[in-house]
């Protein structure tokens, strides 16, 4: 079945840097793949998604990047804030299953 | 309503209990999922309703666990005989769209279960 890797599992960084998480993975029918932000106590929520027909996808601070051959995808946060601060995961769903498969999570804390 | 809306936000049951958790999608989503998520661990996929129709159970970890959806809309995961490995919180998304390519999924704030 599919199975989601997601690196590195805590990142800290400075105000004002970039930050990258990175996910691999292994069905070759997956086709969406969605980034989630999930703050304490609340449920998880989407900030960014590409799809498999497109290799780079950028919303203001935010940007995902795809590599269709080599089954990775990342998120990239530039100009990082305090509020960033938070636990990040990705999915991929594959077209076969319809199921979508979360990595294991970062935590991302930004320093002020 | 405005979003995904669970009920109870926390559940503590002794070992052996049984458990009712609600789920209230957004209104008119076609489809219906439930998560499972470990301390520390993504959401694990659960099971998924398209309208009042069960179509993917594969997630469910025992027979324990039972999922309904009768009318389309509200859906209730209970869970019979509680372990302490049941300890997790549930979550519940909903999508507008139905089939395979579900679209954006909306998450509900989580049942947070603890099992003494």
């Known amino acids: 079945g599919e199975n989601v890797e997601q690196h590195p599992s805590t990142l800290s960084v400075q105000e004002g840097d970039s930050a990258v998480i990175k996910c691999t993975y292994s069905?070759?029918?997956?086709?969406?793949f969605p980034w989630y932000k999930q703050e304490l106590g609340k449920g998880p929520q989407l900030i960014i998604d590409?799809?498999?027909?497109?290799g780079e996808k950028k919303d203001q601070r935010i940007a995902v990047t795809l590599n269709k051959t080599a089954k990775h995808f990342s998120l990239h946060i530039t100009e990082t804030q305090p509020e960033d601060s938070a636990v990040y995961f990705c999915?991929?769903?594959?077209?076969?299953?319809?199921?979508?498969?979360f990595g294991q999570g970062t935590t991302l804390q930004v320093k002020p | 309503g405005a979003g995904v809306s669970q009920s109870p936000r926390y559940k503590v049951a002794k070992r052996g209990q049984d458990v009712a958790l609600r789920c209230d999608p957004i209104?008119?989503?076609?489809?219906l999922f439930w998560y499972q998520q470990a301390l520390g661990q993504g959401p694990e996929f659960l099971t998924y309703?398209?309208?009042?129709?069960?179509?993917?159970k594969s997630g469910l970890p025992s027979d324990r666990f039972f999922a309904e959806r009768p009318e389309g809309s509200v859906s209730t995961l209970k869970i019979q005989r509680t372990q302490q490995e049941d300890s997790a919180v549930y979550l519940c998304?909903?999508?507008?769209?139905?089939?395979?390519?579900?679209?954006?999924?909306?998450f509900g704030e989580g049942s947070r279960l603890t099992v003494l």
């Open positions: 998304a909903s999508s507008r769209a139905g089939g395979l390519y579900g679209g954006e999924l909306f």
């Open positions: 069905d070759s029918a997956s086709n969406y």
């Open positions: 590409i799809r498999s027909n497109v």
């Open positions: 999915a991929a769903r594959s077209r076969n299953t319809g199921k979508l498969i």
């Open positions: 209104s008119g989503h076609v489809s």
């Open positions: 309703f398209q309208n009042e129709a069960q179509l993917d």
